[in-house]
């Protein structure tokens, strides 16, 4: 079974520049997740979509931030414009469905630097 | 506020030895915990998990134990393997959340 995928792996821009990351799920996985990780913390739910509708997105920044999942399978979450402390790893992952009691299935994240 | 708490960033332990990370958290809706490890350059992959109706739940050398009335969770491992040495995180959801909601994790080093 193949895993979450994610493009670029790495990316690196100028505070300012827009940034867009790529997200191939887990096929059949209904539930769709975006992380924001800083380093030295753990994962932070950015936005999560249960096919292409949007069920959280209560921590996504929308004056800079935007997700789509349009097909309801893969997703890009865009960033416009960067700041410095957009830098981070960006992790995708997909469960089953989106009951509390399914893990969830993660990307390898994609690196932002913002210079 | 941080509702899911690792307070020891680091841990080191010897190679055959028992691992123990710990894990606070505050929100008491919350009833299934479960723990994932991260590599280096790698996605978190899920490692065990534990409903808040039980206090244990083992899978091969890792044990969780889940105690409701202090709110803290622990994750044993024993015994400990070198390849166990990774970043692991706690994470916490409440019925109907789907989300979850992590710590920032603890790096174990398992020294051979």
């Known amino acids: 079974e193949a895993g979450v995928a994610q493009s670029p792996r790495y990316k690196i821009i100028e505070k300012r520049q827009s940034v867009a990351f790529w997200c191939n799920p887990i096929s059949g996985h209904a539930t769709l997740y975006w992380y924001q990780q800083i380093l030295g913390q753990g994962p932070k739910l950015l936005i999560q979509f249960q096919n292409n509708g949007v069920v959280d997105d209560s921590q996504l920044p929308k004056d800079r931030f935007s997700a789509e999942r349009l097909k309801g399978v893969d997703s890009t979450l865009k960033i416009q414009p960067a700041k410095l402390e957009d830098s981070a790893v960006y992790l995708c992952?997909?469960?089953?469905?989106?009951?509390?009691?399914?893990?969830?299935?993660f990307g390898p994240g994609t690196r932002l630097t913002v210079l | 506020d941080q509702q899911v708490k690792q307070n020891s960033p680091s841990l080191s332990v010897q190679e055959g030895r028992i691992s123990i990370l710990n894990c606070d958290y505050t929100?008491?809706?919350?009833?299934?915990f479960l723990w994932y490890k991260k590599y280096p350059a790698e996605g978190p992959t899920f490692l065990i998990s534990?409903?808040?109706?039980?206090d244990k739940n083992e899978d091969g050398r890792f044990t969780v134990f889940l105690n409701k009335s202090a709110k803290h969770l622990s994750l044993h491992i024993v015994p400990s393997q070198p390849g166990d040495s990774a970043v692991y995180f706690c994470a916490a959801t409440y019925t109907n959340a789907g989300k979850s909601t992590f710590g920032d994790g603890t790096t174990l080093t398992v020294k051979p």
């Open positions: 929100n008491s809706m919350f009833d299934y």
């Open positions: 534990i409903s808040s109706i039980k």
């Open positions: 992952a997909s469960s089953f469905t989106s009951g509390s009691q399914n893990e969830q299935f």
